[in-house]
């Protein structure tokens, strides 16, 4: 069955540091993936998505992620983060395929930053 | 653009209770999706329909309803509500392609 896992529940970093958040998929095929943001009280924000081609993808607000066939992974970076950046980050895969745009989560990775 | 829009934002149900949450979207979306997000537990999705007319349940489908009369309208049904149902709501709608568009969220809480 396809899987999403985030390993860090929490993370903290100081403002203008890098960051990298983990995630790790459970795919036979070469998967469609996402990242999403939330922040409180809000909904679900795309920062960027990897279908095929280019494994280091560019997304909005200075984030990018990159798609490891050989570690199932599919990271996100940010080499340095603002206190704006403080929300919940998930990563997902597309459901058998992604043909019909359902995804899978995984439970999300809590970020804060200190000032 | 007004895109995916969920009614309503917050609701307060009594044990028992039912209620109806209404998703809409303008985008002339096939697909489109009820989740759940809970503490922890990241999203889950309830049910979804790949059409007008359609819907397919989910991962977690039991205790919810749901009908795709029209093509840009996808409802969300509690019969009976019960406090595990607690939670917050995502409506979401898809071309097709391997990409989803989500609603702000409706919370729900029952007691």
């Known amino acids: 069955a396809q899987s999403v896992t985030q390993p860090d529940i929490h993370i903290t970093v100081s403002e203008g540091a890098s960051l990298e958040l983990r995630c790790n998929y459970s795919y036979g095929a070469t998967p469609y993936l996402f990242w999403y943001v939330q922040s409180p009280g809000q909904g679900l924000q795309l920062l960027l998505k990897?279908?095929?081609?280019?494994?280091l993808v560019q997304g909005i607000k200075g984030f990018e992620a990159e798609f490891k066939r050989s570690q199932s992974s599919f990271n996100l970076r940010k080499p340095s983060v603002h206190w704006s950046d403080a929300a919940e980050y998930f990563c997902a895969v597309g459901a058998d395929g992604g043909s019909q745009g359902n995804l899978i989560f995984g439970k999300g990775t809590k970020l804060s930053v200190k000032p | 653009n007004a895109g995916v829009t969920q009614t309503p934002k917050f609701r307060v149900l009594k044990t028992g209770q039912s209620m109806t949450l209404l998703c809409a979207q303008d985008?002339?979306?096939?697909?489109m999706y009820w989740y759940r997000q809970d503490p922890g537990m990241g999203l889950r999705l309830i049910h979804y329909?790949?059409?007008?007319?359609?819907?397919a349940k989910g991962e977690v489908p039991d205790g919810y309803n749901v009908s795709r009369l029209k093509k840009q309208n996808f409802l969300l049904g509690l019969e009976s509500a019960a406090p595990s149902q607690t939670s917050v709501y995502f409506c979401?709608?898809?071309?097709?392609?391997?990409?989803?568009?989500f609603g702000q969220g409706t919370r729900l809480t029952v007691v």
């Open positions: 979401a709608s898809s071309s097709g392609a391997p990409e989803a568009f």
């Open positions: 990897y279908f095929s081609g280019d494994t």
């Open positions: 985008m002339n979306h096939e697909y």
């Open positions: 329909s790949v059409g007008e007319g359609t819907t």
